[in-house]
């Protein structure tokens, strides 16, 4: 069995975060963790695999982002290449962006595994490296948005390269989760703070009093609100069932608390630029 380090002591504060501080804590927050992550759930994701949460819903069961065949498509937040390995099994043109080094050198591997090459570049999704109009599709599968402190830009980033009448789509921890404690058993049942508190949660490591690690919390109206404010009209919203017979256990996700509140939200935009 594959045997990883202990993580080091960290600290959890509630405060705001800039975009920059963001960005330095969860690009090498994932080089440290992708080996154990890739290693964890690396099976379940699939090496060509498109799967939207740890409920287990796959794009080929939900079908947000269309016909794919011959499509520009732009996976934000890719990690190891697999949404967009699939993407590129179905005829698209998939290209991948992350944040984390090792997480693309993951997929490098994984592309010499498969045979099914995917181009990934090195970024944020604050600042895509790509020409006005370059995609038909953009998604992103629980990479990059709850990351990032401008989300706004990040957005407007996202208009900016795709094609009129494009396809947005991406999944995130479900907003209502943010009230409770991230943990899979019972303890993660009982509210312990309030939904409408959206000060970001940071892990500070203690040994050096660095940021570590920042996740920013939105409501369901937070997320409608933004697409609206750069011309997405939002075309379906998800929050996927948890399977009767699906008892994996991933971070603050189970079979205990995904039979009684939504752990996903996936949302599927068209974008269409006002005149």
């Given at each position: 069995m594959e045997e990883f380090a202990a993580p080091a002591p960290v600290r959890v504060e509630r405060r705001p975060v800039s975009e920059q501080e963001s960005r330095r804590a969860n690009g090498p927050d994932w080089d440290r963790y992708a080996d154990e992550y890739?290693?964890?759930?690396?099976?379940?994701?699939?090496?060509?695999?498109?799967?939207?949460?740890?409920?287990?819903?796959?794009?080929?069961?939900?079908?947000?982002?269309?016909?794919?065949?011959?499509?520009?498509?732009?996976?934000?937040?890719?990690?190891?290449?697999?949404?967009?390995?699939?993407?590129?099994a179905q005829g698209g043109r998939a290209v991948g962006l992350d944040l984390s080094m090792r997480q693309l050198q993951h997929s490098r591997r994984i592309d010499d595994a498969t045979g099914v090459h995917v181009p990934s570049v090195l970024g944020t999704a604050t600042a895509l490296p790509f020409r006005d109009d370059s995609f038909d599709v953009v998604f992103s599968s629980f990479g990059a948005l709850q990351f990032v402190a401008d989300l706004d830009v990040a957005v407007a980033e996202t208009a900016r390269v795709l094609r009129p009448d494009g396809r947005y789509a991406f999944s995130i921890t479900h907003p209502t989760r943010w009230m409770f404690p991230d943990d899979p058993g019972e303890p993660g049942l009982t509210a312990s703070q309030s939904y409408w508190d959206r000060t970001p949660y940071?892990?500070?490591?203690?040994?050096?009093?660095?940021?570590?690690?920042?996740?920013?919390?939105?409501?369901?109206?937070?997320?409608?609100?933004v697409l609206s404010r750069h011309d997405f009209a939002l075309q379906r919203l998800l929050e996927p069932r948890w399977p009767d017979d699906h008892e994996r256990v991933w971070g603050g996700w189970s079979a205990l608390r995904g039979r009684l509140t939504p752990g996903t939200a996936i949302f599927a935009a068209a974008y269409r630029p006002r005149p």
């Open positions: 890739q290693a964890t759930h690396g099976r379940f994701l699939g090496d060509v695999g498109f799967v939207w949460g740890p409920e287990g819903l796959t794009e080929a069961e939900a079908g947000v982002l269309g016909d794919l065949a011959g499509r520009d498509v732009l996976e934000v937040g890719s990690g190891a290449g697999q949404c967009s390995r699939w993407v590129t940071v892990e500070v490591a203690d040994a050096s009093d660095v940021v570590s690690y920042v996740e920013h919390h939105r409501t369901l109206e937070d997320w409608v609100d």
